[in-house]
């Protein structure tokens, strides 16, 4: 005796998410029904193997319906109103929040979708900054090795990322929100999408061995101020001109912006704009530091850091190696010194502060612009 | 009678990619109705054109409405080639002639292709407007309401229920004609679907004509079926009950009619006796230890194509009627005269009718109070028939040839087929009918046909429980409504329908009798089975269960008409093992009673199966079961008679186990009451022991068996004993779960309002080397089981709830491969009140009285529901408002354009409900609105609504699908016409769409896809009395094919949540007798 054939339908989808959890991480139904009898659901439920594989069986091929569906949803994503695509949950029978009776292994569409967008923290740090073309994905069988995330999983993984990017790239508008309508993805995990296209589209070097202590976390942090503050889109200035080839909004750092920056160059070629400054800040920090004396002694040194950084973010490659800069010109000193966190805090509050009070410059807006965000990152990457 | 059919066709969308190069489509739309055809302007470029058309209109004959599927093809346009087709779409319009059912057929409805599955969709805008007053709407069919539900719609109330009505429609199957062989898969089996569609309309067409002419207005219980017969053509068969229903919101009639009633009716049950002229003469003679009522050897006819017709009228069936008449109990006699004359009166009426044989069967499972009086047991007929012999010889020579003629028009080869297959089932009609009189009944209900073909041969089965119904509800002319009967009726107790309706003197079969053992006036059977569902107000004790009895037997292949004897030859056999089955399997589980029996036998090349499914009960008014004995033959040897007690000792652990399970503890009865029954000589002189000589001292020692007998069964072989080892294979669903295949469970009342509806197919192949019947039986056996389990495991997360419904089907598709389809629903109840132990008669009539008020406020609750519209519900949109400001979107966004902020509503909604789960008072507010949307069709503004920018017809949501007549927490507000449908899906990329699994997956969420599609685009939320027909699945895995065919049906209804009416008559300050009304009925 032996089964053909072996289905069940429901008139709603019902989707387990434990199973669920294990095909996304790209198990087969073999390692599935394997894991899932250790987890000792055999004794918990009295169902036998046999059940248990043909319950697994059938949430995999409802998981990869749905993401044939899914990917449908897509290919179809320009031409519609983003209304209209509610319409394929109803098509598979799925519950939508309004009917969900909230018991708890029922997941309604949008739990499927979100969990169907998740990521491994591990993965995306392997890809992060990374152009997401197809000659990574030559790479995807290092990753697997490497992360011992299963090569289904990272390629699914992969995936989502290049659709994501794909289709918010054209798009103008807030990228967070971009994601968040057209991928109906949580708030949280728009946000992280928006992060790893950000860090995509200006290839940001992430995987240098000085960078690894760094978490994905972190990375996204900085990508969320920086998209806040140092893009097109930040600026406000909604397109006059909506046919004119306008950079992506919130994707492309402002090259205008980014050319300025040279101006605060000065801050460190003047010797008396330097003096001044540096007595300043250590006027003001003076017996409030811990560490004062090896900050007056690199205050020179950590300010070259800080405003070269800023000066060569108009060649490409240097805006790629940002995140290796900060970490060698600022974060290693400070922590070759021993400098506690609260003291980088008060240390870079007042040096951006200070230099409101030279006289002799004249960019006080564009500084606040590139410090208040470096700020954020810097003391968010200052870590072990 | 002309009418005008106007078709709108709107937009479609997500249409797939037919131009490879560009990606896109450039659709147009081919509006098809009878032999007229329109066509839309293309529309390039896009995967979601806008057509936007003109109003297409189409005048026809409403004959032709009513047979004639509308059929809309999408289709590619292409310069240089021919244009290719995308899909098609049918609509059946039937649902727009009722006068009170939908007035537009308008929504999103998936394009359908029979290789590609669904592709896209297309927005279509229906309306019909018939030339004709209300009168002459009354003259054609066209006003007839059909209903599969089996039993009176909620919404209405049965003023007459007139009674069977039947219709068989043949024709060529596509699939065999000549020109098959030339054309496209594609097109083949796009032509099947439109003759199957067409033919169901001209059934359903002539069907209301026979309605009409009985004087009815609607049929209940209406079941279509399509017999495939291969080379010998396609027949399409429906059966109904014919009934004049009476819609319940005209409120004069209604609301005084019904009050003084239900007053009443509390009281008399219970401080009357009904039967004043109980026959004290009771015989004292019962026989013990026999099945009830069918003696398998005379309960079918032995047909083959070769013997002659006759052989199915046994000798016991003549002395039915006569001898219980004249000798019976007074009362049973005069309702026999009265149901007698009901019926006769209207076959002998000056109608086309007379000419035909009148059946007084009913389709129905439950009743309406006071219908049903007696229940005499289950009655079936069983023919084989030699499919090839039925055609006239031009016909056969035709066939005989190779079909290198001209085109045939096969309506003039087929005149005489259907009289061929009319005659076919009057014969087993007439059998049936000749049993129940054997029973002492003029009626059969539950009543069901069924076939099962393989090859040329094919055995026809009918199957129904003889009942003696109240005449009342059957006479014609009586204006007054039913309940108004009730009153002045002597109504039978509620035990009454368990009161034997045949004469003691004359049993039809040996039975064992005893007093009722709640009115202890009447005599009832120690064992009932019936087709039925358990009526209302029957008292149960405990819980019931799902039995099934399963069986296999080998058969050699044979031709022709070998064949069809050797089958005739098995099947008493195989009725009998599965009746003992059954009977044991009850015994087993303590209890007396089978509801809802369908005993399925199938034939296949080299095997026959037979599976039958009910739902066993303790009926208080029956006596206690026995428990089961084991006797063995030769109980010299030892080891063997100990081998013998170990098992009577598993089997009374069993039967113990289960009575704790299913909760049935019933009130001990003391003996002088009830009047030992006297000892009777044994019929089986085989007995070793009798049972009944040694009760006293059994009475003492095993108290769980009762104090009836034991049920004997003897090893006298190892058949019987694989037969008992199988007894005890069967494991009891796990705890949390409870399973019937009747509409709701016995013991259960208190349901929650989650339901789930599902279908599960299964195949097996079985191995051809080690086929005994032995290894059958457990293969078929560990099939079921195995596939009830994996059911209990995927819906454990709705525990505590109950399987109902569970409906099995088996086909033999090839040699060796069996194929189990289950349809069923889980509803989820509430655990603590469902905890309440059995229902002592008093509260038993109190709940009865609820129900009766229910009744009362059917009424009133519909006025509140009908006054929705008129509110705009301002405190649903408030909560709105508040959720999604709540959910961090700004309000500003939401406010840019209509369309876009409903999705943000949507999009917020989805998230916040990611975050936060527990945001219960929300999601409620969201849910109220949108039942109040599906909700507004009841009220005048209904096209508005449903006409409004097609996107809004998105937000319909979930459509629910039911095999049940109802819907657990919801009111059925209105029916809005049946939906039959029938499709067919082919691939030749099995392989690639995942084998047979996928392809068979996908292909039913298509069609419940479909289905949904359907009844949103109806106006309606639900699907009740939901059926799958048929699922025939065949494949060819070495050439990379399938083929399957789904034929499903139901009830398109609209309900409206009890909690949402509670909310808004609590929401009206006003606070009328109404809405106090309600909260009333909600709180009981």
Same mark, same amino acid.
């Given at each position: ?11 709603? $989808? ?49 998981? *990869? ?5 899914? *990917?449908?949803? *897509? ?69 697997? $090795? ?236 200052? *870590?072990? | ?153 909620? #919404? ?342 368990? !009161? ?44 019931? #269960? ?32 599965? !009746? ?62 100990? !081998? ?95 399973? #019937? ?60 709830? #109950? ?282």
């Amino acid at each position: 005796m032996t089964s053909e054939l072996d289905i069940f339908v429901g008139n709603t $989808t019902l989707i387990d998410e434990d199973v669920y959890r294990l095909w996304l991480d790209g198990y087969s139904v073999t390692d599935a029904v394997a894991l899932r009898v250790r987890s000792g659901i055999l004794e918990q439920t009295g169902a036998t193997a046999a059940v248990l594989q043909s319950d697994t069986m059938d949430h995999y091929r409802t998981f *990869h319906m749905l993401e044939r569906l899914l *990917h449908l949803l *897509h290919q179809l994503i320009f031409q519609i109103p983003p209304s209209r695509l509610t319409v394929y949950p109803f098509w598979m029978g799925l519950t939508q929040p309004s009917e969900s009776p909230a018991r708890p292994r029922q997941t309604p569409f949008p739990l499927f979708y979100g969990g169907y967008y998740a990521f491994d923290e591990a993965f995306v740090r392997e890809v992060l900054g990374k152009k997401l073309s197809k000659g990574t994905k030559k790479d995807l069988d290092d990753i697997s $090795t490497k992360t011992g995330i299963t090569l289904k999983s990272c390629r699914r993984q992969f995936d989502n990322f290049k659709r994501v990017f794909k289709v918010v790239e054209e798009m103008r508008g807030s990228l967070v929100d971009n994601i968040q309508q057209h991928f109906l993805l949580s708030d949280r995990l728009a946000r992280d999408y928006a992060a790893i296209v950000f860090f995509a589209n200006n290839r940001f070097e992430t995987g240098k061995k000085k960078l690894q202590y760094l978490s994905f976390g972190d990375f996204a942090f900085c990508a969320e101020l920086m998209i806040q503050n140092w893009t097109l889109g930040a600026v406000g200035e909604a397109p006059t001109d909506p046919d004119s080839q306008m950079d992506d909004m919130d994707m492309d750092l402002d090259k205008e912006f980014l050319q300025d920056l040279k101006e605060l160059k000065v801050l460190v070629a003047d010797k008396d704009l330097l003096d001044l400054h540096k007595s300043l800040v250590c006027t003001a920090l003076r017996g409030k530091l811990g560490v004062f004396s090896e900050m007056e002694a690199n205050f020179k040194n950590l300010s070259r850091g800080l405003v070269n950084v800023a000066a060569k973010l108009t060649h490409n490659k240097d805006v790629r190696d940002l995140f290796v800069d900060l970490v060698e010109k600022f974060v290693e000193p400070c922590r070759s010194d021993h400098w506690p966190l609260s003291d980088v805090r008060f240390f870079l509050n007042q040096y951006s502060a200070s230099v409101h009070s030279l006289d002799g410059f004249r960019h006080q807006a564009l500084w606040d612009r590139y410090m208040g965000t470096l700020r954020g990152c810097l003391l968010r990457l200052y *870590h072990d | 009678m002309p009418g005008k059919l106007k078709v709108k066709i709107v937009a479609g969308r997500h249409l797939p990619v037919m131009d490879r190069a560009s990606d896109l489509t450039d659709a147009f739309v081919e509006v098809k109705f009878g032999n007229t055809t329109f066509k839309t302007d293309v529309y390039l470029k896009s995967l979601n054109p806008q057509w936007n058309s003109e109003w297409f209109k189409f005048e026809v004959d409403d004959e032709d409405l009513q047979d004639e599927p509308l059929q809309i093809t999408v289709l590619d346009h292409d310069t240089y080639s021919a244009n290719d087709a995308i899909g098609k779409v049918y609509i059946d319009i039937d649902p727009l002639l009722y006068s009170e059912a939908a007035t537009v057929i308008s929504g999103w409805f998936p394009i359908y292709d029979t290789i590609h599955g669904i592709r896209g969709e297309i927005n279509v805008v229906v309306k019909v407007d018939l030339f004709n007053d209300l009168n002459r709407f009354r003259q054609s069919s066209c006003g007839v309401k059909f209903f599969c539900t089996t039993s009176i719609p909620k #919404c209405y109330r049965a003023v007459i229920i007139h009674g069977f009505v039947e219709e068989l429609v043949v024709n060529e199957d596509p699939e065999y004609q000549w020109i098959d062989r030339i054309r496209t898969p594609r097109a083949s089996n796009e032509a099947r679907q439109r003759l199957i569609s067409l033919m169901s309309g001209e059934l359903q067409r002539k069907i209301g004509l026979k309605v009409l002419e009985m004087r009815g207005n609607a049929v209940v219980g209406y079941l279509q079926c399509f017999d495939l017969e291969g080379e010998s053509g396609l027949v399409v068969r429906a059966i109904g009950t014919a009934c004049t229903l009476d819609k319940l919101s005209s409120p004069a009639a209604f609301l005084p009619a019904c009050n003084s009633p239900s007053k009443e009716m509390k009281e008399i049950p219970f401080n009357e006796d009904p039967n004043p002229n109980t026959h004290s003469s009771g015989p004292s003679t019962p026989l013990k230890n026999q099945t009830y009522s069918f003696s398998p050897s005379k309960s079918y006819s032995r047909q083959s194509s070769s013997s002659d017709t006759d052989l199915s009228l046994t000798p016991k069936t003549g002395m039915g009627s006569g001898s219980a008449g004249k000798e019976g109990g007074p009362f049973k006699a005069l309702l026999r005269q009265q149901t007698q004359s009901a019926l006769e009166q209207r076959g002998g009426s000056p109608h086309r009718f007379c000419r035909r044989r009148e059946f007084p069967f009913f389709t129905l499972t439950a009743f309406p109070p006071g219908f049903l009086v007696h229940v005499g047991g289950v009655v079936s007929a069983r023919s084989v028939k030699l499919l090839d012999r039925i055609h006239n010889p031009a016909f056969v020579g035709i066939m005989g040839n190779t079909r290198s003629y001209k085109l045939l028009d096969w309506n003039s080869f087929n005149s005489d087929e259907p009289e061929t297959r009319d005659a076919w089932w009057a014969e087993i009609r007439q059998e049936i009918k000749s049993h129940a009189k054997a029973l002492g009944c003029h009626a059969v209900v539950g009543y069901s046909e069924s076939t099962s073909i393989c090859e040329e041969v094919c055995i026809l089965s009918a199957s129904g429980t003889a009942a003696v119904l109240n005449p009342r509800f059957l006479q014609d002319g009586t204006v007054e409504g039913c309940l108004e009967q009730r009153l002045e009726e002597n109504l039978p107790t509620r035990c009454g329908f368990c !009161h034997i309706p045949y004469d003691e003197l004359n049993m039809p079969f040996p039975a064992h009798l005893t007093y009722c053992y709640n009115c202890r006036k009447q005599k009832v059977p120690d064992v009932l089975f019936t087709t039925i569902d358990l009526p209302t107000d029957a008292t149960v004790i405990g819980k019931g #269960c799902l039995i099934q009895a399963r069986l296999c037997r080998l058969k050699k292949k044979a031709q022709a008409e070998a064949n069809a004897t050797a089958i005739s030859n098995l099947l008493p056999f195989m009725e009998y093992e599965v !009746h003992t089955q059954l009977m044991n399997k009850l015994k087993l589980k303590g209890m007396n009673a089978l509801f809802g029996l369908r005993i399925q036998i199938t034939v296949g090349e080299n095997m026959l199966m037979g599976l039958a499914s009910a739902t066993g009960v303790y009926l208080a008014a029956l006596p206690t079961p026995g428990g089961i004995q084991i006797a063995g033959k030769t109980p010299n040897d030892g080891s063997y008679e100990q !081998h013998i007690s170990h098992m009577q000792k598993k089997i009374n652990d069993t039967i113990a186990k289960n009575k704790e399970l299913y909760e049935i503890n019933p009130p001990e009865i003391s003996e002088e009451i009830i009047g030992s029954p006297i000892p009777e000589p044994r019929q089986r002189s085989r007995l070793l022991r009798s049972q009944s000589e040694s009760s006293d001292e059994v009475t003492e020692l095993d108290l769980s068996h009762g104090k009836k007998d034991a049920f004997v069964l003897e090893i006298d072989d190892t058949d019987a004993m694989e037969d008992v080892h199988s007894l005890l294979t069967d494991v009891p669903p796990p705890s949390g779960f409870y399973s #019937c295949n009747t509409e709701i469970m016995p013991g259960i009342n208190n349901w929650t309002s989650e339901i789930q509806m599902f279908t599960s197919v299964r195949v097996i192949r079985l191995s051809s080397l080690n086929l005994t019947n032995q290894a059958l039986n457990k293969n078929f056996n560990d099939l079921c089981e195995n596939l009830l389990k994996s059911l209990y495991f995927k819906l454990r997360s709705m525990i505590p709830c #109950c399987l109902c419904h569970v409906n099995f089907t088996v086909s033999l598709p090839e040699d060796e491969l069996i194929q189990v389809t289950v349809t069923a629903v889980a509803i989820t109840f509430d655990k603590n009140q469902a905890l309440q132990t059995t229902k002592t008669p008093v509260e038993k009539s109190l709940q009865r009285a609820s129900t009766d008020n229910e009744e009362l406020l059917q009424f009133p609750l519909e006025l509140c529901s009908d006054s929705l519209p008129s509110h705009p519900f301002p405190p649903a949109k408030e909560h709105l408002e508040s959720a999604s400001s709540n959910s961090g979107i700004p309000a500003a966004q939401r406010a840019t354009s209509v369309d876009y902020s409903s999705f943000a509503d949507r999009c917020s909604s989805w998230i916040e409900l990611i975050k936060l789960k527990a945001q219960t008072i929300r999601r409620g507010s969201i849910k109220t609105t949108v039942t109040v949307e599906k909700a507004s069709p009841v009220g005048d503004g209904n096209f508005r609504n449903r006409s409004a920018p097609p996107c809004a017809n998105s937000t319909v949501g979930v459509v629910k699908m039911t095999p049940l007549s109802f819907i657990p927490g919801a009111k059925i507000t209105k029916y809005l016409g049946i939906i039959n449908m029938f499709f067919i899906r082919e691939t030749t990329s099995l392989r690639e769409e995942g084998g047979v699994s996928g392809f068979l997956h996908a292909f039913i969420a298509e069609v419940f896809a479909m289905v949904r599609a359907h009844v949103a685009a109806l106006g309606g939320n639900a699907v009740v009395s939901y059926i799958m027909k048929q699922c025939v699945f065949m494949e060819n895995p070495n050439k990379n094919q399938a083929q399957c065919l789904i034929n499903v049906s139901g009830d398109a209804v609209v309900f409206v949540r009890e909690s949402d009416l509670e909310v808004v008559s609590s929401q009206q300050p006003t606070t009328n007798c109404q809405s106090s009304c309600t909260e009333g009925e909600v709180t009981t």
